[in-house]
């Protein structure tokens, strides 16, 4: 493994894309978020939030009744159902296996077996192998262990947390998908052996629930508007939208807090201006 890279502000100004004036929804992509559940509904509404608010075209969203009542009532502009999707969202706010409804499952599988770059995040884990497209999971520590716990080179806790650019990167060579690792500082790592790529931009007042719903969202609308780009580049295009998406999150938690503490829908209404101010600096 080489030297670990460290992700600035310039970095992720370089990797947004804002709408020019021949631009319509369809070509500044649309993403499909199949996440939350009757258990769990409000993590759908903090990635559709989060998606919406880093500049999408569109969200189409697949979820059972509840959530979907309440990603309809915060964004009306959501469209339900199938359709166009250059980028699934899925996982987030799922329960475990054994609590799966069939609609969950069914809702999961589409994504899954779409083609379409994946972000995979904590409820869809455990179904990963299914996954037919490019994929990037979004663990943290916890969750990274258990992923890697019944392949051929499990790692622990401590010794994730002892080395988590490392662990990053054995993960995407073991498993075969682009790997963002949550915590004070994100490591992000693509299959291949590259240089890992580091994250110092937020603030501990992230760690709140919700925020990695808010993540992924973000991550998801990237993703989609950046489709050309991933089909020409893969995992090295992936490895760095989720570079962007995590310095987005973390600048937005920093602008949302102020020094004090801060809720996910907070750091997902930040995330225009930090949008904006990135873009300024391009100019």
Known sequence: MTGVRVWEPVDAARMLRAPGPDDNKYTRG?????????????????GVEGAMRTGVGMVRFL????????????????VVG??????????SGLPPASERSQE???????????????????GALDRLMAAAGPAVITPHH???ARTLADTQ??????EIKGDAAAA??????????????????????APGGGAPIAVTLGTPWLATAGSGDVLSGILGALIAGHADDVTARGHEALAELAATAAALHGLAGVKASGGGPITALEVARAVPGVVAAL???RR
């Open 30 to 46: 649309v993403v499909g978020i199949a996440t939350g559940s009757e258990r769990y509904p409000g993590a759908a509404v903090l």
């Open 63 to 78: 979820g059972s009744p509840m959530p979907t009542r309440l990603v309809l009532q915060r964004r009306p502009e959501v």
């Open 82 to 91: 199938g359709g166009r999707v250059e980028a699934w969202v899925v996982g």
């Open 104 to 122: 969950d499952m069914s809702h999961m599988a589409t994504a899954l077996v779409s083609g379409a770059p994946l972000v995979v995040d904590a």
């Open 142 to 144: 916890a969750e990274l």
């Open 153 to 158: 080179a499990p790692l622990s806790i401590d």
């Open 168 to 189: 990053a990167s054995r993960a995407a060579d073991l498993l075969g998908v682009t790997v963002l690792l949550k915590g004070h500082t994100t490591h992000v790592a």
């Open 279 to 281: 873009l300024q600096t």
